[in-house]
């Protein structure tokens, strides 16, 4: 690997087309795991215990609070958004107290945008200046990431910490197959389980706004097929939009490594984003990563060897 950004332009052929997401299946699963996750308790309704049949709020209840006929949010709950006003889905937003992230995502299942035919089967395209701005931070791991979890750009240090993704067919550089199919990322990140997560509510905001998107329909299905942790955390139907946070992980050259993220969205309509990484200044992992620089691109194949020996 050269010292120039890597690029997953060179994607290979497309894939056999795969049945789209079900959108009206997940309008009305959306709605029922966000109905069931609140108590009457949380919204001032009298809690009959054990003698309630269903967990969570009742339709009639959930009707009841956003202002709606019962027979409204039944048709909406079983998928049928058709028609259905933003002043009323702000409303069964507020009754199910929904985040922001959330409700956007309701609003993507229940009122689709019109997209042009196919606009995802395209490759996805990294701008040449800011593959020039991945150079240009060479001392901080970055990468550009784009829909499906698809890793599109990246620059030496990401690849010194996170492995040397130039090595991987296209297909296989995105972040959602790395974490749940490969047992090395897993033992990456401390946190595996919170990291699989903030994945799967990324592909869940995708599929929101891309059901008939193919790649995105044969890439849930694999995960689904390979990975039972992948199925357990896509039926929970959760979203979120996390922008910037703290990563702990275990580099099998440096050791712990406690890093702060933070999160990117480009404004020129790539739905792509730019994710940096660093350490606060003065603290071991601050050196760590002074060392993982020094070794450049070869930090990869020296970890590998030192835990093999």
């Known amino acids: ?35 069931a996750r609140l108590r009457p308790a949380d919204v001032g309704l009298p809690d009959f215990g054990r003698h309630r049949r269903v967990p969570g709020l009742r339709r009639e209840e959930l009707a009841q609070l956003a202002g ?11 998928g ?13 937003a507020r009754a199910l107290r929904l985040t922001d992230a959330e409700h956007a995502h309701l609003t993507h ?8 035919k196919k606009p995802t089967a395209r490759p996805q395209q990294v701008r040449t200046a800011l593959r020039h701005l991945l150079d240009a931070v060479d001392g901080v791991p970055a990468y550009v990431v784009g829909r499906r979890s698809e890793i599109l750009a990246w620059n030496r240090m990401a690849a010194a910490l996170f492995g040397d993704w130039g090595e991987l067919p296209a297909a296989e550089r995105n972040w959602a197959r790395l974490v749940f199919l490969r047992p090395d990322y897993r033992e990456l990140f401390v946190d595996w389980e919170q990291k699989a997560i903030d994945i799967v509510c990324a592909l869940r905001m995708d599929a ?31 979203v979120k939009d996390k922008t910037h946070g703290v990563k702990h992980l275990h580099h099998p050259l440096v050791g712990d490594l406690a890093l702060q993220f933070e999160s990117f969205r480009l404004t020129d309509g790539s739905e792509q984003s730019l994710i940096t990484y660093h350490a606060e200044p003065g603290s071991p992992s601050a050196e760590s990563l002074r060392l993982l620089a020094s070794w450049g691109t070869d930090a990869t194949r020296a970890g590998t060897q030192s835990t093999a020996t």
């Open 68 to 78: 709606v006929s019962v027979a409204y949010y039944t048709r909406l709950e079983q």
């Open 80 to 92: 049928n958004g058709r028609n259905v006003s933003a002043e009323v889905l702000d409303s069964i």
């Open 208 to 238: 929101g706004c891309y059901p008939d998107d193919p790649r995105l329909s044969a890439l849930v299905g694999e995960l689904s097929v390979k990975s039972e942790d992948f199925r357990r955390l896509w039926a929970t139907h959760d």
């Open 1 to 35: 690997m050269d010292d120039h950004p890597q690029t997953a332009d060179e994607a290979g052929a497309e894939p056999a087309p795969e049945a789209a997401l079900d959108r009206r299946a997940e309008l009305s699963e959306f709605l029922r795991t966000r109905r």
């Open 109 to 116: 299942l229940a009122k689709p945008k019109r997209h042009k």
